[in-house]
C-alpha cells in the first residue's frame, strides 16, 4: 500500500448549484429563470423532469449541512441564483432571496465550512432572456448590478467568489448545440454570448476590486483533453481545433487577453465573427486570483472531413464509461492541468467540479457506489501527480454533495456522494461519502 499525501492547508470540498438542488421555484419572491422555462417546454428534458422540487434544499440547509459537517469537508461551493435576488433581471434588489444565502453563509461559516460562492450556473432571469439574454450587451451591465448587490450584502462573509460556471456550456451547449437553456442551434448567437459572458465575467472583477470587496475572485470553465488519434498532421489539426475550441476559447481571453488565432481564423473563414469592442479584451484579462477548473472526461479525435464545424470525430471505443456513457479518463485530468500551467504559468487552481454519474440504490440502509470510488481516486492519484510536476492547486471538490436535477436528464443521472429519494427526499450517505472521508480528514489517500 503507497499513501499519498496531499500540501498542508489543501482544501477539501464538495460542489452543487441553486437551480439543481433548491427547490422552492416561486418562493420569496423567486421569479423565473430561462431553466423554468426550458424544463417547462415539452421535450427539452427526460422524462418532463423541472427544479421545482428538486433536492428541497431550500427548506433543508440543516440537514444539508449536517451531511457536509459529517463528511469533513471544509469548503462547500454552491451558486446563488439571480432570478431571487434581481427577479426580475433588473432593478429592485430582493431581500427574501439573500435571507436565504445569508443563513446558508452563517450557518456554513458557523459549522467550519468555508463558501465558495458561484455568481451565475446558469439560471437566468427569464425576463433578461425576453430581452434577448446573453446575446444582448445590455445583460452585461445587468450581471454586474446583481453582483454587486451579493457583494455588498456578503461581504467579510464569503471570500471565494467565481464569476462563471462553464462558459462553454453557457455559450456552445445552449445556443449552438441547443441541449441546454435557452435551446437555440446557432452558432454565430453562441460565439456572441461566449463574448458578453466573458466581458461580465471581466467587468464583474473589476466592479469587484474597485468595492475593495474581501477575499478572492475566480472563474470557472470546464476542461476536457483530446488527444489525436494518430499521429497524421489531419488529426494533430483536428484535436488542436477541438481542444482550443473548447478549453483555450475560453481561457485564453481572461489569461492573455486574446482569442486563440487558429480558432478565431477558423470560425472568419466560415463566415461567422468575433464581434470584439474596443476595450473589451482589457476588461476580460483583468488578473483573477484563482482558476476554478472542471473537469469530467475526454476522448481521441480523428480527422472527419464535414461531419462537424471542426472537420472532425471523437473516437471513445478505447475507454471505459461512466453510467452517463461518458470517457473516463483521468489522464487527461493531469494532461489537462499541466498544459494549463506550461501555458498560462503559475495561475492557483481550484479543481471546482469533477466526479462522476454512477446509478445504485439503497439496500438495508447501504448505497454501494464502488465504481464512483475508482473514479474519484483514479482522478485524485491524477491530481497529485499533477501538483508533484508542479500545477498549483489549492483545492478539490467533488461533483456532487447530492444527486440532483442533472440538468437536460432530469433526475435520471446521479452524480451525488448522497443518495436522494426523489419521492421522499431521504438523504442516504453512499459508500463513496465515507471513502472521500479519509481525504477531508486525513488530507491523504492510501492506495
Ligand atoms: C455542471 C454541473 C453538472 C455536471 C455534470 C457540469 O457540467 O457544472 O451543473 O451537473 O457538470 O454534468
Not at 438542488?21 to 417547462?40: C, L, N, Q, V, Y
Not at 474597485?210 to 476542461?223: M, Q, S, V
Request: with cysteine; charged share 20%; proline share 4%.
Amino acid at each position: 500500500m503507497t499513501t499519498v499525501i496531499f500540501p498542508d492547508g489543501f482544501k477539501w470540498g464538495t460542489a452543487t448549484a441553486a437551480y439543481q438542488i433548491e427547490g422552492a421555484h416561486d418562493e420569496d419572491g423567486r421569479m423565473p429563470s430561462i431553466w423554468d422555462t426550458f424544463a417547462k417546454t415539452e421535450g427539452n428534458v427526460l422524462n418532463g423532469d423541472t427544479g421545482d422540487v428538486a433536492c428541497d434544499s431550500y427548506h433543508r440547509i440543516n440537514e444539508d449541512i449536517r451531511l457536509l459537517k459529517k463528511l469533513g469537508v471544509n469548503v462547500y461551493r454552491f451558486s446563488i441564483a439571480w432570478p431571487r435576488i434581481v427577479p426580475n433581471g433588473t432593478g429592485e434588489v430582493n431581500p427574501q432571496g439573500l435571507a436565504y444565502y445569508e443563513e446558508l453563509i452563517d450557518k456554513l461559516n458557523a459549522s467550519g465550512i468555508e463558501p465558495f460562492v458561484t455568481l451565475y450556473h446558469w439560471d437566468l432571469p427569464q425576463s433578461l432572456q425576453d430581452e434577448g439574454g446573453w446575446e444582448n450587451r445590455a445583460t452585461i451591465d445587468a450581471f454586474v448590478a446583481y453582483s454587486e448587490a451579493v457583494f455588498h450584502k456578503f461581504n467579510g462573509k464569503v471570500k471565494k467568489w467565481i464569476t462563471l460556471n462553464e462558459p462553454w456550456c453557457i455559450s456552445i451547449l445552449s445556443n449552438y448545440i441547443g441541449a441546454h437553456a435557452p435551446g437555440k442551434q446557432d452558432l454565430q448567437a453562441a460565439l456572441d454570448v461566449a463574448h458578453h459572458i466573458l466581458v461580465a465575467h471581466g467587468k464583474t472583477v473589476q466592479r469587484f476590486r474597485e468595492l475593495g470587496i474581501e477575499g478572492e475572485i475566480g472563474y470557472a470553465p470546464n476542461t476536457e483533453w483530446r488527444t489525436p488519434y494518430s499521429t497524421s498532421a489531419e488529426d494533430i489539426k483536428a484535436t488542436e481545433l477541438r481542444n482550443g475550441s473548447f478549453n483555450e476559447w475560453f481561457l485564453s481571453p481572461v489569461l492573455k487577453g486574446e482569442y486563440p488565432e487558429l480558432l478565431t481564423t477558423w470560425y472568419e473563414n466560415k463566415g461567422y465573427k468575433v464581434k470584439v469592442e474596443p476595450g473589451d479584451m482589457a476588461i476580460i484579462s483583468q488578473p483573477i486570483d484563482f482558476l476554478g477548473i472542471n473537469y469530467y472526461t475526454g476522448s481521441l479525435i480523428r480527422y472527419a472531413e464535414g461531419n462537424d464545424i471542426y472537420n472532425s470525430e471523437e473516437i471513445s471505443s478505447s475507454f471505459a464509461k461512466t453510467d452517463f456513457d461518458w470517457n473516463i479518463y483521468a489522464d487527461g485530468f493531469y494532461h489537462v492541468l499541466t498544459w494549463i500551467t506550461a501555458t498560462y504559468g503559475q495561475i492557483p487552481i481550484y479543481i471546482t467540479e469533477n466526479g462522476a454519474c454512477y446509478e445504485a440504490e439503497p439496500q438495508d440502509g447501504k448505497v454501494n457506489d464502488d465504481a464512483r470510488i475508482r473514479f474519484l481516486r483514479d482522478h485524485i492519484m491524477a491530481l497529485h501527480r499533477a501538483i508533484e510536476s508542479g500545477v498549483p492547486v489549492k483545492g478539490y471538490m467533488v461533483w456532487s454533495l447530492m444527486d440532483n436535477f442533472e440538468w437536460a436528464f432530469g433526475y435520471s443521472k446521479p452524480f451525488g456522494l448522497v443518495h436522494i429519494d426523489f419521492q421522499t427526499l431521504e438523504r442516504t450517505p453512499k459508500e463513496s461519502y465515507y471513502w472521500y472521508r479519509q481525504l477531508t480528514t486525513g488530507n491523504q489517500l492510501d492506495v
